[in-house]
């Protein structure tokens, strides 16, 4: 099992510009799920799905968007970047939503 | 959802029992008690979780008092691998289904 992979590892965007952040895991998990991670700070919840068809919003979900069309793959969406999107992305999958396994992360920088 | 208070930072002797404690004296009865962990720059990683009982699995122990107010996740034998940041969350699965990280305890093992 390769488990949860992320692509790209590292992304520089210029304002405005949008991009999507890939997402997948190969356990068969219903739910998966976006954080973002800014310096010094805990992980804090993007938007999440409880299985394919079903997306829903966590803490910080203004300026992206999530669809779910298969049991695999949860990509999310920067619509126009901007500075304050400067982040580490991470994707997490698992069967419930309390024990989840991570992915390796996105390095996402804004300029 | 309830609140965790863990301290900033704490460091530990290489070989040592390294003790995390967690407040939570807002839990709920149907609350669970789960800790993860950060290694520098990487995804998060589930240790282990609990309701009521102590808890013990390959990675560490989790002691949790009588009236659940506050637990310790301890590690038996620390090495340098276990510096990290150390997550401890309370989650219910009839709420929002939903982690929510706080900023943990950095935990530096020292040789």
């Known amino acids: 099992n390769a488990g949860v992979t992320q692509t790209p590892k590292f992304q520089v965007l210029k304002t405005g510009q949008s991009m999507t952040l890939q997402c997948a895991q190969d356990?068969?998990?219903?739910?998966m799920s976006w954080y973002r991670q800014d310096p010094g700070m805990g992980l804090r919840l993007i938007h999440y799905?409880?299985?394919?068809?079903?997306?829903d919003q966590g803490e910080v979900p203004n300026g992206y968007n999530v669809s779910r069309s298969t049991t695999e793959d949860f990509p999310l969406r920067l619509l126009s970047a901007a500075p304050s999107q400067t982040s580490v992305y991470f994707c997490?999958?698992?069967?419930?939503?309390?024990?989840?396994?991570f992915g390796p992360g996105t390095r996402l920088t804004v300029l | 959802d309830a609140k965790t208070t863990q301290p900033p930072s704490m460091d530990c002797a290489e070989g040592r029992a390294a003790n995390l404690p967690c407040n939570h004296s807002t839990i709920s009865g149907n609350e669970y008690v789960y800790w993860y962990r950060q290694i520098h720059s990487q995804g998060p990683q589930y240790i282990i979780h609990?309701?009521?009982n102590n808890e013990t699995n390959e990675m560490a122990s989790l002691i949790i008092t009588e009236d659940r107010k506050s637990s310790t996740l301890i590690l038996p034998h620390a090495t340098l691998r276990d510096t990290a940041v150390y997550y401890c969350i309370v989650y219910s699965i009839q709420g929002a289904q939903k982690l929510v990280f706080g900023q943990g305890t950095r935990l530096t093992i020292n040789p």
């Open positions: 356990m068969n998990h219903e739910y």
């Open positions: 609990g309701l009521k």
């Open positions: 799905s409880v299985g394919a068809g079903i997306t």
């Open positions: 997490a999958s698992s069967y419930s939503m309390d024990t989840q396994y």
